[in-house]
């Protein structure tokens, strides 16, 4: 039974940092490319960022470029993504998705809130 499990979310205030977890079972881990995707009230689920299945290669949206890293460890089937200099405008549930070919796998996702 493939599984994406989120962790990490919360309130924080601006300027603060989280560290987002996405723990997967069920599939090869590593051959999948893991992704973190935001979706806000109102708007539109966005990409945040991206990392490739064996080389790493990462991708960032322009808004968090600079202040979020993606990164991965195939030995504990793990994607994370480290949040600093958080904003409200990034207030939003937080989902991780796995993708190899046609398979296209996406968690429940985790509530991030920026706020003072």
């Known amino acids: 039974q493939v599984q994406l499990v989120e962790s990490g979310g919360g309130l924080v205030q601006p300027g603060g940092s989280l560290r987002l977890s996405c723990a997967a079972s069920g599939f090869t881990f590593s051959l999948f490319r893991m992704s973190w995707y935001r979706q806000a009230p109102g708007k539109e689920r966005e990409l945040v960022a991206g990392i490739s299945s064996f080389a790493g290669i990462t991708n960032y949206a322009d808004s968090v470029k600079g202040r979020f890293t993606i990164s991965r460890d195939n030995a504990k089937n793990t994607v994370y993504l480290q949040m600093n200099n958080l904003k409200p405008e990034d207030t939003a549930v937080y989902h991780c998705?796995?993708?190899?070919?046609?398979?296209?796998?996406w968690g429940q996702g985790t509530q991030v809130t920026v706020s003072s």
């Open positions: 998705n796995a993708l190899w070919k046609t398979l296209d796998y």
